[in-house]
């Protein structure tokens, strides 16, 4: 159910971008350039929707069944014309002959009386013949860039609007069959007015983060971040401990595998966790979320929690304080729990997500304080940290230690052109991985 | 799940092994020869050791696996085949306590052992083990499931079924595993057809790496050295599984050399022959669809 003030994922039919926001009466949502407003979608399961003139309609997802089976009797009727004339067939398979379109007898005609002429007028015909061309080639379309707006501005559906592209375009008839699929389902995508709207999870919001900006996420990407959640064994009632560069995402999905159960110990810069979007944008409740119990960096430094003094009473503004005050104990009161899990070592697993903190500076707080058989495990997109913590892994006698990355690449599955994906993002990252172990017998 | 967790801090006894013996997980212990770690389990881990039955899927594929389905406590997830009972532990060890993993075979006697092996690992409160035909009979639950997982050889035959294995009023997630590209065309068609959404076709290779020190030398150097010193000098391999004297001598020749310039290090994927093709996974969305109201 699409409610208001919670996040929702986004995505375009046909588009590769997915967008994680939240639901807001009468604000507006742009994506690839399509416009529109929640406010109809609130109340309705997730779905499929339709944006037009600004407003969200449901529609079924049977839907886009039926647009196929349209373009599929438009295939037909166009084979039935290609076999009525031989010579058509012949023209729309031999593509050198799409630049003349219809025009090309004329352009013969034209040319034929001039044979006969001296070199210098033979240069100029050519140049003629190439404006000629460059001209063909411009009024291929006869649907106007205005046209085209103003019929999305009325809010004519989109396959209306793709099926007077095909009208309109003088080439289409001579194209291949396969030509002409492939730009009917461009035109769909690039003029589609329909929207997933679809609930959080840790699979949507790591792609959306990873295809807008990687960087953001230490270059974290799905495979990897699954794998990260394996080797560290973090499941339900797990107490896992994670530092991280990546906005959240890592204690997200650790938040998310506990399910309400275990401890998410995350350690944090400054006096509050900051800067996490990715977990506000998962709507976790409130039993799943009282698993995340933030920990300030200075406490670890410090080796104590620092209480800070409490006579900073501003008398103007009575309730401020107090508010202030509440929301303060509250925060003390999660680090004591958090802090006391810690220094019991009662830590199963420790992940670190490295961008520029060097991994081993961590460790060498953290270390004394995990048990024995707890699990490490650091993520970098730089080789030289990896080598750098496998060699202080190895010398505290940790086992186990496996170095793994990973190529992941995404196949466009259709008939008659199943292929792997062209070119996609394949920026990403080196796992380590470690068991602590007492050295003694 | 007694044996997997044990909450009187880590103490365990193991009765198979060491009659009264008590120890902490991590700790070592010797036997007949040398030692050996006592460590606690995981899906990972046993992965690992179990006894195979049939092809299994190894970490990364599980892993992906359970994050395109959003597995979760309490989620509920029909899987078909069980195969060795790998995938069978992930899903089974991240939906617990409050979910619930049915899992279909067509082999009774593969069934059967996984079904003693859940139950061993102290998984049998949260899965069923059900020995059925996918493609003919259908999953054994109806408008229940979040996420359906197959890895048969016709999942295009099951989309059908797994469409009525889903909640209807939540939808959910669908992934399949498949060696081939013909089956991946097969399914993607069905897929379609149902009305699943965001059909992705992925490839996931996963590789190993260690660490290796570089031993570079010059050219007049090399034309200096003899074919017997060449020996001490080449490539040394700082990897696990070395046995400890040779760690120590590599311990020495590395500070040896730090002396006389900085230490390179590199990756180098490990073992040198690794897999380069397991499968493809399809993964799909089912929207939430009332069939009662059907607005097309």
């Known amino acids: ?441 | 799940m007694h044996k997997w967790r044990c909450r009187i801090k880590y103490f365990k006894k193991c009765d198979n092994c060491y009659n009264n013996i008590y120890f902490r997980y991590g700790s070592r212990i010797s036997a007949t020869a040398g030692y050996i770690y006592a460590l606690r389990p995981s899906a990972d881990l046993w992965t690992r050791t179990l006894l195979r039955q049939t092809q299994i899927l190894y970490s990364p594929d599980c892993s992906l696996i359970l994050t395109l389905l959003d597995v979760r406590p309490g989620a509920i997830i029909c899987e078909s085949g069980t195969g060795s009972g790998s995938l069978s532990h992930f899903l089974a060890l991240a939906l617990a306590p409050d979910g619930h993993l049915y899992t279909h075979d067509i082999d009774e006697v593969r069934i059967k052992k996984v079904e003693s092996e859940l139950r061993v690992h102290g998984l049998g409160a949260v899965t069923t083990c059900i020995h059925r035909d996918v493609t003919e009979d259908g999953f054994f639950v109806e408008n229940a499931c979040d996420g359906v997982f197959l890895d048969i050889p016709s999942p295009w035959l099951t989309v059908s079924h797994a469409k009525k294995a889903f909640n209807r009023s939540r939808g959910g997630n669908f992934v399949s595993f498949s060696p081939c590209i013909e089956q991946v065309q097969k399914l993607c068609d069905a897929l379609k057809r149902e009305a699943f959404i965001q059909i992705e076709t992925m490839e996931l290779l996963p590789r190993k790496l260690k660490v290796m020190n570089i031993s570079e030398t010059t050219l007049k150097e090399f034309s200096l050295m003899t074919a017997a010193e060449k020996k001490p000098k080449t490539m040394v391999n700082s990897g696990s599984g070395e046995r400890k004297r040779k760690i120590d001598e590599d311990t020495a020749e590395a500070m040896q050399r730090e002396e006389q310039l900085p230490q390179k290090r590199t990756l180098l994927p490990s073992p040198p022959s690794q897999p380069t093709h397991t499968g493809y996974l399809t993964c799909a969305k089912l929207l939430p669809f009332f069939d009662e109201t059907s607005d097309t």
């Open chain 1, 1 to 441: 159910m699409i409610e208001n003030s919670l996040y929702v994922a986004i995505q375009k039919v046909g588009g590769d971008h997915i967008k994680i926001c939240k639901v807001a009466r009468k604000q507006e949502i742009l994506i690839q350039k399509l416009r529109f407003r929640f406010d109809d979608a609130i109340g309705q399961p997730y779905g499929l929707f339709e944006a037009s003139a600004g407003k969200l309609r449901r529609i079924c997802p049977s839907a886009l069944n039926s647009e196929t089976v349209e373009h599929h009797g438009f295939s037909q009727t166009d084979k039935s014309t290609l076999t009525e004339s031989s010579c058509e067939t012949s023209s729309a398979d031999n593509n050198r002959n799409k630049t003349d379109g219809g025009n090309s007898s004329i352009l013969e005609s034209n040319s034929r009386p001039d044979l006969a002429l001296e070199n210098m007028q033979c240069v100029a015909e050519k140049l003629v013949k190439n404006e000629s061309m460059i001209r063909l080639s411009r009024s291929r379309q006869k649907v106007s860039q205005e046209e085209i707006h103003q019929m999305k501005k009325d809010g004519l559906p989109a396959q209306h609007l793709v099926a007077r592209l095909v009208d309109g375009n003088l080439s289409f008839p001579e194209r291949t069959v396969y030509s002409k699929k492939k730009y009917i389902r461009r035109k769909e995508n690039k003029h589609s007015s329909r929207l997933l709207i679809l609930k959080p999870s840790i699979r949507l919001i790591a792609q959306s983060y990873y295809t807008k900006d990687p960087e953001r996420i230490a270059n974290l990407r799905l495979d990897l971040l699954s794998h990260i959640l394996s080797l560290s064994a973090v499941h339900f009632g797990s107490r896992c401990l994670v530092f991280e560069q990546c906005a959240g995402l890592m204690s997200a999905a650790v938040i998310d595998r506990l399910g309400g159960y275990g401890a998410c110990i995350h350690l944090h810069r400054g006096s509050t966790a900051q800067s996490i979007p990715c977990i506000d944008g998962m709507n976790f409740d409130s039993k799943v979320r009282s698993t995340f119990l933030p920990l300030r960096i200075s406490t670890l430094l410090n080796g104590s929690i620092v209480e800070p003094v409490d006579d900073q009473i501003d008398p103007s503004n009575p309730e401020l304080p107090e508010t202030a005050f509440k929301r303060r104990r509250e925060r003390l009161e999660t680090e004591r729990i958090a802090w006391k899990l810690f220094i019991s070592q009662e830590i199963d697993s420790f992940i670190i997500i490295s961008k520029d903190v060097k991994p081993i500076d961590i460790l060498q707080y953290v270390w004394s304080s995990l048990p024995f058989a707890s699990r490490i495990v650091v993520y970098s997109s730089i080789s030289e940290v990896i080598i750098d913590t496998f060699n202080w892994l190895k010398s505290r006698d940790a086992i186990e230690v496996q170095i793994h990355d990973a190529f992941l690449r995404s196949h466009t599955v259709l008939p008659q052109n199943t292929r792997p994906v062209m070119q996609q993002l394949v920026v990403s990252g080196i796992i380590i991985s470690a068991i602590k172990v007492n050295p003694e017998k």
